[in-house]
C-alpha cells in the first residue's frame, strides 16, 4: 500500500497562475482533507470531504476549489495564485471522521512568487 | 470556532532531561490526537485519547487527557535524540469530522 501520494514535490509559481495539486489514496478511505502548514505553524484545514461527490469548506478555503469524483482522488485547485498561498500542502485521509487518525501525505511546497 | 492552543511553542533541552507539552482547547472535546512531525517531514499520528482522565503510555511517552476534556499532555522521559521534532495536539468537537489541530511544539535535543 502506498498510503496518501500527492504530486508535484515542490512547486514555483508566477503570481495570477493556475495549478492543481493532486492527492491519492489507495486506503479506501471515506474522509479526506487538505492543509496548509505555513513555516513555524500548525496545520489550517482547506477543505475536507466526507465521500465521493461531497466537498466542503475548512478554515481558511478562500483561493482554493477541490473536487471528488472517486473515494480515491481529493485534488486542490489553486486559481490566481497570490504570494499568501506560499506553503506547504497537505493532503490527508482518514477512515472515518470521528475518531479515526489522520494519514498524511508527504506534502506539496509551493512557492508563488 | 474551536481554537486550539499549545504550549509552550519552543522548548530545548539537554538530551536525557525531560520535556512537556501541554493542549488546551477552548470547547469541550469528544477526543484527542497526538501527531509528531519531525522537520522537513509530514505529520505522524502517535496515539489517541478519548476518555475523560485516560491516560496511555507508549515507551518513555504518556499521554493524558484532562477529566474536562478540554485539555492535554504529552511527556517524554529521559529525551533521546529521536524525539526531535514537533508534536501537535488535534481534536474533535463532538459531531463535528472536522479535526482542528494545535499550535505545536517544537522540540530541540542539545546532545
Known amino acids: 500500500n502506498a498510503g496518501v501520494t500527492q504530486t508535484p514535490k515542490f512547486r514555483i509559481l508566477k503570481i495570477g497562475q493556475s495549478m492543481t495539486l493532486q492527492c491519492t489514496q489507495d486506503m479506501n478511505h471515506n474522509y479526506m482533507y487538505w492543509y496548509r502548514q505555513d513555516p513555524g505553524m500548525g496545520l489550517k484545514l482547506i477543505y475536507y470531504?466526507?465521500?465521493?461527490?461531497?466537498?466542503d469548506k475548512g478554515e481558511v478555503p478562500n483561493g482554493y476549489n477541490v473536487s471528488r469524483s472517486t473515494t480515491e482522488d481529493f485534488p486542490l485547485r489553486l486559481e490566481l495564485a497570490a504570494p499568501s498561498q506560499t506553503s506547504v500542502y497537505f493532503c490527508?485521509?482518514?477512515?472515518?471522521?470521528?475518531?479515526?487518525?489522520?494519514?498524511f501525505g508527504n506534502g506539496t511546497r509551493l512557492t508563488v512568487t | 470556532g474551536q481554537q486550539v492552543m499549545q504550549i509552550p511553542q519552543y522548548q530545548h533541552v539537554q538530551e536525557g532531561e525531560d520535556f512537556t507539552t501541554y493542549c488546551n482547547s477552548s470547547?469541550?472535546?469528544?477526543?484527542i490526537q497526538w501527531y509528531k512531525q519531525r522537520p522537513g517531514g509530514h505529520p505522524v499520528f502517535l496515539i489517541q485519547?478519548?476518555?475523560?482522565?485516560e491516560v496511555k503510555k507508549q515507551k518513555r511517552l504518556t499521554f493524558q487527557f484532562g477529566e474536562a476534556k478540554k485539555n492535554s499532555s504529552l511527556h517524554i522521559t529521559a529525551t533521546q535524540t529521536t524525539d526531535v521534532g514537533t508534536y501537535f495536539c488535534a481534536g474533535n468537537n463532538f459531531g463535528n469530522e472536522k479535526l482542528t489541530f494545535g499550535t505545536g511544539t517544537r522540540l530541540t535535543i542539545i546532545p
Open positions: 485519547l478519548v476518555k475523560s482522565g
Open positions: 470531504s466526507v465521500g465521493a461527490g461531497i466537498t
Open positions: 470547547t469541550t472535546l469528544s477526543n
Open positions: 490527508a485521509s482518514s477512515r472515518t471522521g470521528l475518531n479515526s487518525p489522520l494519514h
